[in-house]
């Protein structure tokens, strides 16, 4: 090997894991920012340059559950539509991937194609005709029961692309076995299929979980105090006369908090999940 060459390569070896921490770094600074200002004082939150000394509280967290309008209802309905949603999508999304999958049925892609073009409405169109049928019809506003079978079937459809990729890695030959032996189709599903799948099934659950988590279009208009959502608590947070920048980075590192823990306590799981397939 040439000096050239070898150098080009030391070089390498520098400069990829210094750009990908660099690159890093401008991505987690406005993070460490938000949580450096939720531990400000109001007064000093708000001054610019910003104050990078100034001294450190917890008052702006004791604030937001302490308050008048606390915020532990909205974030007990974040979790009461999350889980049950994304629950919800698993029990749904499951099947019909297997069905995609393991069995497929006639114009199979024909059916994936129409899952898929269910995610090409812009959700604002669905804005209004969602509102009319809360309010008037089924006369159900400011209701969490809404807001799960919204978030249900906004997240089904790009569960059942993941878990049928997923599914489809799956050894026919284990299943043709599994029957010849006698076991059922509910059997072989939550025996054999789902425990091979489970990185898959922990990528396609977070996901979807994130997705209702951080939604916040739906839940500010068809709800209002019963079944407020974190993400609209926090942008009650801003007045047309004053932002609270200091109780506003208070409530938006309460929300992250969530996902954030379930993605580092799912990423060996996630990283399975999402790589399930790519190599052949």
């Given at each position: 090997?040439?000096?050239?060459?070898?150098?080009?390569?030391?070089?390498?070896?520098?400069?990829?894991?210094?750009?990908?921490?660099?690159?890093?770094?401008?991505?987690?600074?406005?993070?460490?920012?938000?949580?450096?200002?939720?531990?400000?004082?109001?007064?000093?939150?708000?001054?610019?340059?910003?104050?990078?000394?100034?001294?450190?509280?917890?008052?702006?967290?004791?604030?937001?559950?302490?308050?008048?309008?606390?915020?532990?209802?909205?974030?007990?309905?974040?979790?009461?539509?999350?889980?049950?949603?994304?629950?919800?999508?698993?029990?749904?999304?499951?099947?019909?991937?297997?069905?995609?999958?393991?069995?497929?049925?006639r114009r199979w892609?024909?059916?994936?194609?129409?899952?898929?073009?269910?995610?090409?409405?812009?959700?604002?169109?669905?804005?209004?005709?969602?509102?009319?049928?809360?309010?008037?019809?089924?006369?159900?506003?400011?209701?969490?029961?809404?807001?799960?079978?919204?978030?249900?079937?906004?997240?089904?459809?790009?569960?059942?692309?993941?878990?049928?990729?997923?599914?489809?890695?799956?050894?026919?030959?284990?299943?043709?076995?599994?029957?010849?032996?006698?076991?059922?189709?509910?059997?072989?599903?939550?025996?054999?299929?789902?425990p091979i799948a489970?990185?898959?099934?922990?990528?396609?659950?977070?996901?979807?979980?994130?997705?209702?988590?951080?939604?916040?279009?739906?839940?500010?208009?068809?709800?209002?105090?019963?079944?407020?959502?974190?993400?609209?608590?926090?942008?009650?947070?801003?007045?047309?006369?004053?932002?609270?920048?200091?109780?506003?980075?208070?409530?938006?590192?309460?929300?992250?908090?969530?996902?954030?823990?379930?993605?580092?306590?799912?990423?060996?799981?996630?990283?399975?999940?999402?790589?399930?397939?790519?190599?052949?």
């Amino acid at each position: 090997m040439s000096e050239r060459n070898w150098n080009r390569q030391r070089v390498g070896k520098i400069a990829i894991p210094l750009a990908a921490w660099i690159i890093g770094l401008i991505f987690v600074t406005p993070i460490l920012y938000m949580v450096l200002t939720s531990l400000h004082a109001p007064h000093d939150a708000q001054t610019y340059p910003p104050s990078w000394g100034a001294p450190l509280t917890l008052d702006n967290y004791g604030g937001l559950f302490s308050s008048a309008n606390p915020i532990t209802p909205a974030l007990i309905n974040s979790v009461i539509t999350s889980v049950i949603s994304t629950l919800l999508v698993l029990a749904l999304a499951i099947p019909a991937a297997y069905a995609l999958a393991i069995r497929p049925v006639r114009r199979w892609s024909d059916a994936m194609f129409f899952f898929l073009s269910t995610k090409m409405l812009p959700m604002v169109a669905g804005i209004l005709p969602l509102y009319l049928f809360t309010t008037q019809v089924i006369k159900m506003p400011d209701n969490v029961i809404i807001l799960i079978l919204i978030y249900t079937a906004m997240n089904l459809p790009i569960a059942v692309w993941m878990m049928r990729s997923f599914l489809a890695e799956v050894p026919p030959a284990i299943i043709e076995a599994a029957s010849i032996d006698g076991a059922s189709t509910m059997r072989i599903l939550t025996r054999i299929v789902a425990p091979i799948a489970m990185p898959g099934v922990a990528a396609t659950s977070l996901i979807c979980f994130i997705f209702a988590w951080n939604e916040q279009l739906y839940a500010k208009v068809l709800t209002s105090v019963a079944a407020q959502t974190g993400p609209v608590f926090v942008n009650t947070l801003i007045q047309t006369e004053h932002a609270y920048l200091a109780e506003l980075a208070a409530g938006a590192t309460l929300i992250s908090l969530p996902v954030l823990i379930a993605g580092f306590a799912a990423q060996d799981k996630l990283v399975q999940g999402l790589s399930l397939g790519a190599v052949k």
